[in-house]
């Protein structure tokens, strides 16, 4: 039930957007601004390219407004316009261009996570490698399993959502994301 | 109960209950069958080990200023001049359309065109000689006629 009132006040506040309402832009900018970064973010793993495409996310859907019409979820349209920005990006190649030193980026973003009580610093090293084969393992699969994944588990899209995102049937997705959860398994088995 | 790891979709159905995905009676179903299945057991296990690896990995935060520089881009983008605008909204639309389904249904249109043209203007070179052999057929036959009309009379007599 809330998830519906939600898809409604998403859809309604786009419209609004269509008749020229800047404060509903902002309001949808603020609701889904961080899903949208964090799914480019592990899409990429890389931060800066993550935030410019989610920019450009956004202001491809301020340019639609005119045009907008409600006939799927503003979640689903949203995060298949980012995983077509996503997979182009990781298709142009231009990752190797871009990309940060992942262990730099992983001691960094260790410190950024530190949880409240202090960590010693092998804990921090011991979770710094740990993230370092997460990233690795994910970064390894195939492009289109790696979306379904990152939508399933960290952005919490159901099948139909993913699938469209997708541009696929619920059947395929559900292929792809039990081909990819058994490839993360076997990689990362030894972790356990 | 049949072990559910053993199908593509049972295991799919291990994988939703790992997630917490499965409406509370698919899910008691799913831990009746895990109290006496140890294959399927050993699955969740190293499934919720997965899910919990996969937790570790947090996004950083969105960088402060990111609505301002939205902003900016929104505005750069409005100053620009009307030509640039209707040329971004053909070139870079929001989610592009798959180039290969208007060409799928050309291409499908052209095929049945072809295969009208085909028929049409095929010749049939197996009806010519058959048209030729039943004109052949009911000459002859005119002319069995036409001898029998000419004996009929003598016949008579």
């Given at each position: 039930m809330e998830a519906v009132a939600a898809l409604e006040r998403d859809a309604e506040l786009m419209l609004r957007v269509r008749e020229g309402d800047e404060t509903s832009f902002a309001l949808l900018l603020e609701r889904h601004r961080a899903p949208v970064v964090h799914f480019l973010y592990r899409m990429v793993q890389n931060q800066a390219v993550s935030e410019e495409l989610a920019q450009e996310v956004f202001l491809?859907?301020?340019?639609?407004?005119?045009?907008?019409?409600?006939?799927?979820?503003?979640?689903?349209?949203?995060?298949r316009?980012?995983?077509?920005?996503?997979?182009?990006w990781i298709r142009d190649g231009k990752k190797e261009k871009s990309q940060e030193s992942l262990n730099e980026e992983l001691l960094d973003g260790a410190e950024?996570?530190?949880?409240?009580?202090?960590?010693?610093?092998e804990q921090e090293l011991l979770y710094a490698v740990k993230l370092n084969e997460v990233r690795r393992a994910i970064e390894t699969l195939p492009e289109k399993q790696r979306a379904a994944v990152?939508?399933?588990?960290?952005?919490?899209?159901d099948y139909a959502q993913i699938a469209k995102a997708l541009r696929c049937s619920e059947s395929a997705v559900k292929s792809l994301l039990f081909r990819a959860y058994e490839t993360l398994r076997s990689r990362l088995a030894h972790m356990a | 109960?049949?072990?559910?790891?053993?199908?593509?979709?049972?295991?799919?159905?291990?994988?939703?209950?790992?997630?917490?995905?499965?409406?509370?009676?698919?899910?008691?179903?799913v831990e009746r069958h895990l109290e006496s299945c140890t294959d399927c057991r050993a699955l969740v296990e190293r499934q919720t080990e997965l899910w919990e690896a996969?937790?570790?990995?947090?996004?950083?935060?969105?960088?402060?200023?990111?609505?301002?520089?939205?902003?900016?881009?929104?505005?750069?983008?409005?100053?620009?001049?009307?030509?640039?605008?209707?040329?971004?909204r053909i070139f870079e639309p929001a989610v592009p359309a798959p180039f290969w389904k208007p060409l799928a249904s050309l291409a499908a249109a052209g095929a049945v065109l072809a295969i009208g043209l085909m028929i049409q203007t095929t010749p049939h070179p197996a009806r010519t000689p058959q048209v030729h052999a039943d004109q052949v057929d009911i000459e002859q036959v005119a002319k069995a006629l036409d001898d029998l009309d000419i004996l009929a009379p003598a016949n008579s007599m």
């Open positions: 491809r859907v301020y340019r639609s407004r005119a045009t907008y019409e409600p006939t799927a979820k503003f979640t689903t349209w949203l995060f316009i980012a995983t077509h920005l996503a997979l182009n950024r996570q530190v949880p409240d009580r202090q960590p010693t610093v990152m939508m399933h588990k960290y952005e919490e899209l | 109960m049949r072990c559910m790891k053993q199908s593509q979709d049972g295991a799919r159905i291990l994988i939703e209950y790992c997630a917490g995905a499965l409406d509370p009676m698919h899910a008691a179903e996969l937790d570790c990995w947090k996004a950083p935060q969105v960088s402060a200023d990111f609505d301002a520089r939205l902003y900016a881009r929104i505005a750069r983008e409005q100053a620009a001049p009307s030509w640039k605008k209707w040329a971004r």
